[in-house]
T-cell receptor
Framework: EDQVTQSPEALRLQEGESSSLNCSYT??????LFWYRQDPGKGPEFLFT???AGEEKEKERLKATLTKKESFLHITAPKPEDSATYLC??????????FGAGTRLTVKP | KAGVTQTPRYLIKTRGQQVTLSCSPI?????VSWYQQTPGQGLQFLFE???????NKGNFPGRFSGRQFSNSRSEMNVSTLELGDSALYLC??????????FGPGTRLTVL
């Protein structure tokens, strides 16, 4: 069965303190791995799609990477406005996405 | 381009009632997926519609149903509401089989 595991569950950083979030997955025939950001009470906001091992994508302070078993979301010099829950999802044979439980990130000024 | 819109944003119902939620996808998107999000279970896939046909279905009871209209707008219906149906219901649209873009969600509370 397809599985997505995110770690850590929660992460507290000081402003400017870089770190990485992990998403490990077990799927047959990965079609895509997705990263979303979700603020409380809102819908997930799309960040990145990764399709194959070795692929990397960047957007402002965020960089997503993909290997055959996991993906990392690197956050460089985070700011308080980066505080949110970051969700990872995988898409395999069908079009539905299986989501991880998320990492709740708090960035203190 | 306007994003995915969902109505209503908030809803309070009592056990045994039924509810209908609406989703308007991004213009040009023909696929609409529905998800349930709860603190305990996270985001779980309900079903997906493409060109008015249900293309995929998650592991939810038959009380949960949906449909899609010719303009790609979609509705989701939950009958005989239970307390455990309280959740944020999210709709996501895509062109076909790629990145899904989410709406703001409908917060359903069942009393």
């Amino acid at each position: 069965e397809d599985q997505v595991t995110q770690s850590p569950e929660a992460l507290r950083l000081q402003e400017g303190e870089s770190s990485s979030l992990n998403c490990s997955y077990t799927v047959s025939g990965l079609r895509g791995l997705f990263w979303y950001r979700q603020d409380p009470g809102k819908g997930p906001e799309f960040l990145f799609t990764l399709y194959s091992a070795g692929e990397e994508k960047e957007k402002e302070r965020l960089k997503a990477t993909l290997t055959k078993k996991e993906s990392f979301l690197h956050i460089t010099a985070p700011k308080p406005e980066d505080s949110a829950t970051y969700l990872c999802a995988v898409q395999a044979g069908s079009n539905d996405m299986r989501f991880g439980a998320g990492t709740r990130l708090t960035v203190k000024p | 381009k306007a994003g995915v819109t969902q109505t209503p944003r908030y809803l309070i119902k009592t056990r045994g009632q039924q509810v209908t939620l609406s989703c308007s996808p991004i213009s040009g998107h023909r696929s609409v997926s529905w998800y349930q999000q709860t603190p305990g279970q996270g985001l779980q896939f309900l079903f997906e519609y493409f060109s008015e046909t249900q293309r995929n279905k998650g592991n939810f009871p038959g009380r949960f149903s949906g449909r899609q209209f010719s303009n790609s707008r979609s509705e989701m219906n939950v009958s005989t509401l239970e307390l455990g149906d309280s959740a944020l219901y999210l709709c996501a649209s895509s062109t076909s089989t790629d990145t899904q873009y989410f709406g703001p969600g409908t917060r359903l509370t069942v009393l």
